[in-house]
């Protein structure tokens, strides 16, 4: 089956600017995961979507980031305005269900100048 | 507060030799735990978790709650097992994993 798929897979802005990520979840998978893998450091949750709902954002910092899951399918992540501390790889990953197997996929890595 | 723990950032070791790559946890209830590895190039991918108590590449891995640990053994490395691990805790009902910060193995010939 075809995996966890992601774009770009690097991206290069100037602080300030703005960024998308995009993410297509393993087909039939209802949770949809983005993590933020800081250089040295493991991946941490940002948000969990069950299906188009969010069930987890507690470690997303609302007031620059963003994403939805419109029709329950594929998701976006967004930055607005960029910090310096927001270079990392951006992991996006896909579960059957809240309790099975996370499926990641290749990351997106950001750099910010 | 909920946190996986990994004191080493590399091992390096030779070929044919036993690795055990250390991971401690903190979580009050009964934690589920996982590795995870990632090989060169290659996406996060799980290798074991405890509750299934299987050996997967030669890999095992105990869950000790009295001293909070589930360190992650090979009786003998082989090159092909160099990589990145994350040790990880499943948090809450909604599958959240706490990721620890990683260790690199290097097996050498």
């Known amino acids: 089956e075809a995996g966890v798929a992601q774009s770009p897979r690097y991206k290069i802005i100037e602080k300030r600017q703005s960024v998308a990520f995009w993410c297509n979840p393993i087909?039939?998978?209802?949770?949809l995961y983005w993590y933020q893998q800081i250089l040295g450091q493991g991946p941490k949750l940002l948000i969990q979507?069950?299906?188009?709902?969010?069930?987890?954002d507690s470690q997303l910092p609302k007031d620059r980031f963003s994403a939805e899951r419109l029709k329950g399918v594929d998701s976006t992540l967004k930055i607005q305005p960029a910090k310096l501390e927001d270079s990392a790889v951006y992991l996006c990953?896909?579960?059957?269900?809240?309790?099975?197997?996370?499926?990641f996929g290749p990351g997106t890595r950001l750099t910010v100048l | 507060a909920q946190r996986v723990t990994q004191p080493e950032k590399l091992l390096s070791v030779f070929k044919g030799a036993p690795v055990e790559l250390k991971c401690n946890y903190s979580?009050?209830?009964?934690?589920?735990l996982f590795w995870y590895v990632q090989y060169s190039r290659q996406r996060l991918q799980l290798l074991l978790r405890?509750?299934s108590r299987e050996s997967i590449k030669g890999f095992t891995a105990d869950l000790n709650k009295g001293e909070t640990s589930f360190h992650l053994k090979k009786p003998f490395a082989q090159e092909e097992d160099s990589a990145m691990y994350y040790c990880?805790?499943?948090?809450?009902?909604?599958?959240?994993?706490?990721f620890g910060a990683g260790t690199r193995l290097a097996v050498h010939p």
């Open positions: 990953a896909s579960s059957f269900s809240g309790n099975n197997e996370q499926f």
């Open positions: 087909s039939g998978h209802a949770t």
């Open positions: 979507f069950q299906n188009n709902g969010v069930v987890d």
């Open positions: 979580y009050s209830g009964s934690p589920e």
């Open positions: 405890h509750i």
């Open positions: 990880a805790l499943r948090s809450g009902g909604y599958n959240k994993l706490i």
